[in-house]
């Protein structure tokens, strides 16, 4: 766990999109990485530019999004690990950002591919790697598919990258069915928590129920007009705290301009460590 109040901050590549600009997205039928595409923009940073902006901005863990990564041969791999202990920025999480273990018909596919990225993430030296539990709706079949396929690429894990998923998409609706899961793989796979990824008047009492399991938090604030919602962050961050929770915190910023990432990510950074230095 983080050592210091400043260590419990961490940046997404996702956060700072708009600066890489391209993305490479997925194709489940190979492990090839897909054509570049200049989703926002030509981007001023590189993926190999980014450890030394985030020093400079003063941050020192960073997960990437599968789909930033432009390329798995060795070579380049070893560049961007290099790059990140020069900087003396962590690779905090992979985020694996596809693939649904609990479909039916291709569940058995998609756990493949995602394993393949588990190679890449130990490879890259990060310390966690984020698989999506599933996309069907949380029937039990669907439940004991995803727990089944989690438990199988932990076991096949051969590296030191520690799995975690996320209460995100239609499987993992509310606490209960995150419990489920967690309940069945014994610890074998961790959670990562989300601020935004449940919504309505049961959010906040939904997310108090997880985030005592939670090991890393997504920590994404709303901007209304450019300004944050202090209070619905503030709460967020609280009742993580009171459930024990004493991980990072990673910066997830997705507003719409004129709010520039860095200033974004700077005002929630912030928020949550004002936050921490009142407990």
């Known amino acids: 766990m983080p050592s210091s109040t400043e260590d419990r901050i961490a940046v997404s590549t996702w956060s700072l999109h708009r600066h890489l600009g391209t993305t490479y997205p997925h194709d489940l039928t ?69 693939g649904d273990i609990a479909h039916p018909e291709h569940g058995a596919r998609d756990e493949a591919w995602i394993a393949s990225w588990i190679e890449i993430a130990n490879e890259l030296g990060a310390r966690n790697a ?30 030191g990258v520690r799995l975690t998923t996320e209460n995100w998409f239609n499987l993992l ?30 959010k906040y009492d939904e997310l108090a129920k997880v985030f005592g399991r939670a090991e890393l938090c997504h920590a994404k604030a709303n901007f ?20 024990g929770y004493s991980g990072p915190y990673t910066l997830i910023f997705d507003s719409e301009l004129p709010v520039n990432e860095w200033d974004g990510l700077a005002i929630e950074r912030d928020v949550i460590l004002s936050r921490l230095a009142r407990a």
């Not at 985030?54 to 960073?62: E, K, P, W």
């Not at 609706?173 to 049961?202: H, I």
């Open 30 to 98: 190979t492990t090839a990485i897909g054509p570049v595409q200049e989703t926002y923009g030509e981007g001023t940073e590189s993926l190999l530019d980014l450890p030394s902006a985030l020093n400079n901005h003063g941050y020192a863990r960073m997960e990437l999004v599968s789909f930033h990564l432009p390329s798995r041969d060795p070579v380049y791999l070893g560049e961007l690990r290099d790059q990140l202990g020069t900087c003396g920025v962590a690779l905090q999480t992979l985020l694996i950002d596809d």
């Open 130 to 159: 984020r698989i999506i539990a599933g996309k069907q709706a949380p029937s039990k079949a669907a439940l004991d598919r995803s727990v089944a396929a989690l438990r199988s690429l932990a076991d096949g894990n051969a590296g």
């Open 173 to 202: 609706p509310s606490a209960e069915e995150v419990t489920y899961v967690l309940d069945r793989l014994e610890g074998k796979v961790g959670l990562l928590g989300d601020f935004g990824n449940w919504t309505g008047a049961g």
């Open 224 to 243: 209304i007009d450019g300004d944050l919602d202090a209070t619905d962050y503030g709460r967020c961050i609280d009742l993580a705290e009171a459930a």
